[in-house]
């Protein structure tokens, strides 16, 4: 593989800025397609709402590498409406398709109204895409009543079937919390439910066909027709257990090399931008200066905040792409291990970050602004685990060095802003793990006295596998500022906010394996507004 040029980047910002710009392009400039078949097969997808704007998303894909539509950007014509039927079109245009960004299309439409729900759809030729379903959020100054939001990550697809996801979609539900792990880059083993075609995901046309596996599920795609996404990720996006700038655990058979890791990286991250429904802006980075940014691979922009009225601020974070190389790696291998931090100095030390310390600059200063402090609740979408988990029963520790438990100094300093700034009502929600757990926000986990700062919500995957119950009521022992875990079922959460208390629901399905599988409730917590203890319902 080969590092991408500066000039390379730049030309796929500019694609990344015309495609969400269209409407000053003249049609005339554009290819028209002409085809018989469907290009809509990996369906419609909406994201990155605000009070005014949103993105409208669509690939067109249709079977072979690029589906024939050759090298010429292609018109997409596109309406918003306020009804269904697009009788009442509230905005149209016509966005360019072109085939260095994979032929995606990210209209970004401003000048909405606030808290309304729309409805959109892409023509290409004659062929029409499935109708999607979005909406706009409430100001920012705007006394909310309720907001549902959905949360879920990990969907491996020879695990099972996205059937949760046919189950999410009668929550009625403003919005998806997406928190990592949307592909997995390597091949199947025997043995598993369904198998992905493809082997080792390696370069951008592997990343391309891998999403285009995975969006051609239909319960998938009905998801997101439904409602506005809110997308950050982990590390399968690019590959198991990267951090940073530091390749991940590369296994006997894997065949990529350490050395091309930032050309891989950025492919996997182009590959995201063209099948997420999130702004051109993502592409750019608020980290430092744009050229230094792009000469050093391809980064993103994914952390950002946004508020749903005054009943809550939205905060998405990152905690791959700007965080320090796990420490103590078993027989100093890349990625995670298991480790006893009495046997490993360099665990303590107080500099090392999860989101990297521009990132979390940013999410402080965000933190102490009027916004947060008078928002009923800020909530925090991130990909892992935030508190502490000892594996090990008895005295000592044993934790794991991927998740926050490696980064001590990182969580205390969250934890403290979140102290100092009186941050009301602060609800981390995550995933990564494949198991649900449930606790309270600890500023000392050591401290069994410590006070609670906030709530977690850590969810399940959707197919991904995990160990099963024999040890969970051994290390919810261990482990008392979790109050509920399970390390078995497979499915979402759904949280839904009011001014007076926030009701999580843990939705999980009877047999991933099955895709007529029923949905069930797990269990559900409450949490009174201004009182950061969860209740069991």
Known sequence: ?????????????????LSAATWCLPQSALSQLRSSTNPFTLGVASGSPTHESLVLWTRLHVPGFFGGLGSAPVAVRWELAQDEQFSRIVQSGVASASSELAHSVHVEVSGLAADRWYFYRFMAGDAVSPVGRTRTFPKPEALAARLRLGYASCQKWEDGYFSAWRHMRQENLDAVMFLGDYIYEYPAPNGKVRVPTGGW???LDDYRRRYALYKGDADLQAMHAACPWLMTW???????????????????FDPSSPADFLSRRAAAYQA????????????????????????????????????????????????????????????????????DPATCPAWQYPARSLLGQKQERWLRDELATPQARESGWNVLGQSSLFGQRDFKPGPGQTLWNDGWDGYAGARTRLTQALQQQAVPNPVLLGGDVHENWVGHVKFDYNDPASASVGVEFCGTSITSRSGG????????????HFIFADAQAKGYGVVEFTPSQLTTTLRVVDDVTRQDTRIDTLATFTVQSGRPVIERV
Do not use: W
């Open 1 to 17: 593989m080969t590092a991408p040029t500066l000039a390379d980047r730049r030309r796929l910002l500019q694609l990344a800025c």
């Open 201 to 203: 995901v390696l370069t």
């Open 469 to 480: 119950n024999a040890k969970t009521a051994q290390r919810l022992a261990e482990n008392p």
């Open 272 to 339: 995201y931008y063209e099948h997420m429904p999130i702004r051109a802006a993502t592409l750019s980075t608020a980290l430092g200066d744009l050229s230094h940014a792009l000469q050093a691979g391809a980064e993103m922009r994914i952390h950002s905040r946004v508020s749903f009225g005054r009943l809550a601020s939205l905060y998405l974070l990152d905690t791959r792409q700007h965080k320090d190389p796990q420490v103590c790696p078993r027989d100093g291998a890349l990625g995670s291990a298991m480790v």
């Open 234 to 252: 982990d590390d399968h996006e690019v590959q198991n257990d990267y951090a940073g700038s530091q390749a991940g655990f590369s296994s006997a």
